[in-house]
């Protein structure tokens, strides 16, 4: 038997269904590395800690996991010296998307109205540059003092906060609409409200949704530092009450569970996102870094 004979034998083709099933293999492969090296960083971190807190630093100011963890642990099963931990989170989860979704929904509006008005956008420039350098954390103060220990002062300080955040994508976004595709809608005989429901808000919406991520982040911000300022219950009053009582690891506990927080919010959002943008084309390929 000659060689020509030979290779076609022993070299098969390759189908569609093995090289999909190779690529899934090696994408399942990738992931699982991924969240092994993530974990692997997260048990150096706390184990390191934990080390260092008990034979180099000084556990009562920088505190150690295994206190942290028996912080948690009690918060979630006894509550804390303010009520349930759950009544807690509440009160801030509802003072953050109460003032995100208003201040969200102001700085779309603004935000287009502004991006697609050369006029007022020329009026009201001096005025919003010179807002948005106010540093907005202070204001919290002022709002306590304005509105009181309740839900209105921490709702008025997310608002500013989430405001500028959406407020500059939503004006981008507006500005950037091709030129083009509105001339032509304006021939075929659109108007002004039919223009901005067809082609403005659909071309701003990525820009919009790109800046909710931030923006959700800023709200729990703000709804902490106003509980932190002043307040009768939340998760910053807890983290104002650990400071006084020098409770680090409750200061800790505490900023976990609002990193949670901020991650569920996160992927919440990301997953709005991905349905709401399904027309986009999908970015294939990998880059690494």
């Given at each position: ?69 028996n ?7 006894t ?14 989860v ?43 954390i ?5 709002f ?6 309740g839900?209105?002062?921490?709702v ?6 989430v ?21 032509n ?8 409200l ?14 919009i ?6 923006a959700?982040?800023?709200?729990l911000?703000?709804a ?14 807890l ?7 020098f ?18 919010a ?5 997953h ?18």
């Open positions: 038997m000659s060689l020509e004979t030979v290779i076609p034998v022993l070299v098969q083709p390759e189908t569609e269904e093995m090289i999909l099933s190779r690529q899934r293999k090696n994408v399942r492969r990738r992931r699982a590395n991924t969240w092994l090296l993530r974990l692997v960083i997260v048990v150096a971190w706390l184990g390191s800690w934990e080390l260092a807190a008990r034979f180099w630093i000084d556990p009562f100011f920088y505190s150690m996991p295994s206190r942290i963890w912080r948690l642990a009690g918060w979630f099963t509550g804390t010296d303010f009520g349930s931990i759950w009544y807690q989170l509440w009160v801030t509802e003072e953050a998307v109460f003032g995100f979704v208003l201040g969200a929904l102001a700085g779309v509006v603004l935000g287009v109205l502004l991006g697609r008005s050369q006029y007022l956008a020329d009026v009201l420039a001096p005025f919003i540059k010179a807002a948005n350098a106010v540093p907005r202070v204001l919290a103060s002022l306590v003092i304005w509105f009181g220990l839900l209105a002062s921490k008025a300080t997310v608002i500013v906060l405001f500028f955040a959406v407020f500059f994508n939503a004006f981008t976004g507006a500005r950037e609409v091709d030129r083009n595709l509105i001339d809608a304006r021939i075929l005989g659109a108007g002004r039919a223009v901005l429901r067809s082609i403005v808000l659909p071309s701003a919406t990525s820009w949704l790109s800046s909710l991520h931030t959700f982040g800023f709200a911000i703000g902490v530092v106003g509980e932190y300022a002043g307040s009768k219950a939340g998760i910053g009053f983290i104002a009450n650990a400071q006084g009582t409770d680090s690891a409750g200061i800790y506990a505490a900023m976990i569970i609002i990193t949670v927080v901020a991650l569920l996160e992927w919440g959002i990301g709005l996102e991905n349905r709401l943008l399904r027309w986009r084309p999908s970015i294939t390929g990998s880059s690494t870094v």
